[in-house]
């Protein structure tokens, strides 16, 4: 039986076309390889990425370790040796009235702490510490420079304990210009927090209150108050002794009891916080022993009252990676009396000042 003629030309292609599925599967296998190969090399790069990233960002957080393990050490405040619970921040006012001398105002202390000791029921900081406070308008003029060692020692836990003592103790050495006076001053205060008189303990003052739920209590919401407000007393003695004085000058040595209490008070906690916040104290001085330039100072007292408004914003040194934030704010302060420690009399300002802690 023959084969008709029209079957040749489909037999013929048939066999041609072997070679050249048999080409296209080898170009197919060959373009998948070359897929599988570049979508490697792609996973490669992203992963090279991945460690430069990784390591530029653990050289950025290596570089800025150091300065942020240092601010974490250091404190600004108007006065690091008389600092309470409730810190004062370091302020400068300059006045240029329309006639007469340009008058400023600087008063700020900084401590680097250097040691903590914190077994667990009771905690112990050792600072190195420095100050400076100078006004030079002449009805409150004062240049007094100290330096010394300071200490922190709270005994109990705030955070667990309802009653603790506070015990801060400084020997410093106080350089005071005004009074042409050089001395060696220590000091030890007690500051006791006492749950049951609401002693440095933030007290919010409710709005509203709703009824409460099945469970007794009402919810955060409804607890929020209007204000917040919180209290210290303290009690200390402060032992000075002059070791150079003004010429026919007697040298001279004083036992002082130091005492008083301050108030702070946050007005529109509800909707802005702390960012707004009303200060008070009130600080007597009783001696209770003294001789040569001392003598004569029986009592003083001092009263200071004080609006802030406050912006914070990250340390600049250390930037978003340190747990520290320095606020800056402005100041309305009023102080009103004298204060033998810095030699100040018959006071009665008001000043306008910018503020900073941290």
């Known amino acids: 039986m023959k084969t008709p003629r029209k079957y040749f030309g489909l037999i013929i292609a048939a066999i041609a076309c072997v070679p050249c599925c048999a080409l296209a599967a080898d170009g197919s296998a060959a373009l998948r390889e ?6 490697l090399e792609k996973q490669e790069l992203v992963q090279k990425l991945e460690r430069v990233e990784r390591d530029q960002s653990r050289s950025k957080e290596q570089r800025l370790e150091p300065v942020a393990t240092v601010l974490d050490r ?7 040796f008389d600092e309470k619970t409730i810190t004062e921040p370091a302020r400068i006012t300059y006045v240029r009235p329309g006639s007469g001398d340009d008058t400023y105002t600087i008063d700020a202390g900084v401590a680097f702490n250097l040691i903590t000791y914190n077994p667990g029921n009771w905690q112990l900081d050792w600072r190195l510490g420095a100050e400076y406070h100078r006004d030079s308008a002449a009805a409150s003029l004062k240049d007094v420079w100290t330096t010394g060692v300071l200490f922190d020692l709270a ?11 506070l015990i801060d103790g400084d020997i410093r050495y106080k350089d005071d210009t005004v009074a042409d006076l050089r001395s060696v001053v220590v000091s030890l205060e007690l500051l006791p927090i006492i749950a049951a008189l609401k002693i440095d303990t933030l007290n919010e003052i409710p709005m509203r209150r709703s009824p409460v739920g099945a469970d007794g209590k009402s919810s955060a919401e409804e607890q929020r108050g209007i204000l917040a407000w919180r209290w210290q007393p303290f009690v ?15 040298q001279g040595h004083r036992i002082v009891a130091r005492y008083g209490a301050e108030v702070q008070v946050f007005p529109l906690f509800r909707w802005v916080r702390d960012r707004v916040e009303l200060t008070a104290r009130y600080t007597a001085w009783s001696t209770l022993d003294s001789t040569g330039v001392y003598a004569g100072d029986d009592f ?9 408004y406050w912006f914070d ?4 040194a250390g ?8 606020r800056i704010g402005l100041g309305l302060l009023y102080e009103n009396g004298d204060n033998p420690e810095l030699s100040l009399r018959d006071i009665d300002q008001l000043t306008l000042s910018l503020t900073a802690i941290f």
């Open 34 to 39: 070359r897929i599988n190969q570049l979508e």
């Open 300 to 308: 003083s007292a001092y009263y200071t009252a004080g609006l802030k």
């Open 74 to 80: 250091v404190m600004l405040r108007e006065s690091v």
């Open 319 to 326: 930037g978003s990676e340190t747990r520290k934030k320095m």
């Open 236 to 250: 200390g003695l402060l032992d000075e002794s002059s070791v150079d004085t003004a010429a026919n000058v007697e």
């Open 155 to 165: 005994i109990g836990n705030p955070a667990t304990s309802p009653n603790t003592l």
């Open 313 to 316: 914003t990250p340390t600049p």
